[in-house]
């Protein structure tokens, strides 16, 4: 039998302080010292010596309890577990990248916010949780896999960002195909499993709509914070706001919307063209009662074949500082 605090068994503690037996009544006495005294864990341990010493023959049992040494407490005294990300003494902001539909952009919003806040100087993990349609690998130029480290995951660092994705995991680009449960053991298994350190912020790249992976984020961190990401299209900031409804709707607060490919702007003229129409943003930012953090124009970033990163702006560009702009608001409000 153990110590219910401890876990060390009664003789490792040197817990059974007396014994004694009276044959002619078949009584049995025992003193037993444990780390704490007066709990529920004691009554619990008292009716388990006496279920044994009666299964031994005895038919009385009488126990007396008391409290071991200091000293024995604090040499089997269990260390105390690490706060994880997930645990109530987490410092770590965690803030969700969603859309209500595919093909705004919102892969590229995350990875660049994420950038964009460590070029600010702040702790960054980023989550490619859209497990499906896993891109941020690719889009940030990582082509090296996370290592193994004291049985722990150590997520690759770029960009001054610690990066996990689905990604790194499969062979080949080979599909995915999963039931719901599964996805939320592997978004489960990213939190708990992978060495994030510390951390001031973990932006995860959700898919878009309203799925499985969305609700079970929902559950895990009922704290996340969540951006929604849109075109200034009506349709796309219509369907933007299912996803905005559902954040609200499970108590998730919203920092704000970022409006993606909002113009095309001239290099020749310096004209801007509304090519996916005007609005869509502003509109689904007001309906949220939010705020519109930024509008992003449409843009092809500087490839430069050394550091390889086709998705990843400047800090110089134009775009880039627009994204620094935008994680300050982040900050600030998050």
């Known amino acids: 039998m153990q110590d219910p605090f401890l ?6 503690t040197n817990g059974i302080a007396e014994i004694s037996i009276k044959e002619d009544k ?23 010596i006496v279920n044994a010493l009666k ?36 410092k770590t902001t965690f803030i969700a ?34 497990i499906y349609g896993f ?30 994705s689905m990604g ?13 449960p599964m996805l939320g053991k592997m978004l489960t298994q990213f939190f708990s499993e992978v060495d994030w ?46 996803a905005g409804a559902m954040a609200l709707k499970t108590d998730h607060e919203i920092l704000g919307v970022v409006e993606n490919m909002s113009y095309f702007e001239s290099k020749v003229t310096g004209e801007k063209e509304y090519i996916f129409g005007k609005g869509g943003g502003q509109k689904l930012a007001e309906e949220l009662k939010v705020p519109l953090l930024g509008q992003i124009q449409l843009g092809q970033p500087d490839i430069d074949e ?8 400047a800090e110089d560009h134009k775009i880039g500082k627009k994204y620094l702009e935008i994680a300050e608001q982040v900050i600030k409000h998050a």
């Open 306 to 313: 050394k550091d390889f990163a086709p998705s990843i702006y």
């Open 135 to 164: 891109s941020v690998p690719d889009m940030m130029g990582i082509s090296e896999r996370p290592a193994v480290k004291n049985e722990k995951i150590m997520p690759v660092d770029r960009f001054g960002v610690k990066v996990i």
């Open 197 to 242: 350190g510390d951390l001031d912020y973990l932006l995860l790249d959700l898919p878009p709509g309203t799925g499985d992976v969305a609700l079970d984020v929902h559950s895990m961190i009922p704290h996340c914070k969540e951006i929604i990401v849109t075109t200034p299209h009506a349709t796309a900031a219509f369907v933007a706001a299912r």
């Open 97 to 130: 990248i969603a859309s209500g539909k595919g093909g705004v952009g919102k892969s590229t919003v995350s990875v660049n916010l994420a950038v964009a806040l460590a070029r600010l100087g702040k702790k960054v993990g980023l989550i490619d949780a859209d």
């Open 7 to 12: 876990h060390k068994t009664l003789s490792e």
């Open 55 to 90: 299964e031994a023959g005895a038919n009385t049992v009488g126990i007396r309890f008391g409290e071991l040494p200091k000293d024995v407490i604090e040499k089997y005294q269990p260390e105390p577990e690490e706060p994880t990300l997930l645990s109530a003494e987490s």
């Open 168 to 180: 790194f995991f499969v062979e080949d680009n080979a599909p995915i195909i999963w039931r719901g």
């Open 26 to 48: 078949n009584h049995v006495s025992v003193k037993v010292l444990i780390a704490k005294t007066g709990t529920s864990e004691q009554m619990q341990l008292q009716m388990q």
